[in-house]
């Protein structure tokens, strides 16, 4: 039977700041670079894993203020940092995996995505690091 999970309080860190209640959207995507190993004689395409690019995107309401979205963002582009998610605001458990980017890149901050009658969001890109997941 399968089953899904409803993300209803999802909890997000970036450089160790609660950024939960600016974020409104998160995918976490694990990559292992395809490298092809394909030789003579072969009759079909064959691939062995390469290097890990991982990439965590997050959609944030962007803020101005004091210790808000730009304020921790703002320093960090062109760096790397340590980002985190997990389904739930509940305890770290094998149900509600904390998923980490360790070392992750973060190339392009959006400053301004404005519409009239609309809130300010962004998107951001989090990308390489090593991923790990903690269920304790």
Do not use: Q
Not at 9 to 26: E, F, G, L, M, V
Not at 121 to 126: A, E, G, P, Q, V
């Amino acid at each position: 039977m399968a089953t899904s999970t409803y993300l209803s309080n999802p909890t997000t860190t970036i450089n160790s700041i609660d950024t939960t209640d600016n974020t409104s959207a998160a995918t976490l995507t694990r990559v292992i670079e395809a490298l092809e190993s394909t030789s003579f004689g072969l009759t079909a395409r064959v691939y062995v894993g390469g290097l890990e690019n991982s990439t965590l995107t997050l959609t944030m309401y962007n803020s101005f203020a004091a210790s808000e979205t730009y304020a921790t963002l703002k320093a960090l582009v062109g760096t790397t940092t340590t980002v985190t998610i997990k389904p739930t605001s509940s305890a770290t458990s094998a149900t509600n995996p904390l998923s980490t980017l360790t070392g992750c890149y973060l190339e392009t901050l959006p400053i301004v995505n404005a519409a009239l009658g609309a809130l300010d969001t962004i998107d951001i890109t989090f990308t390489g690091g090593v991923y790990s997941v903690a269920t304790s």
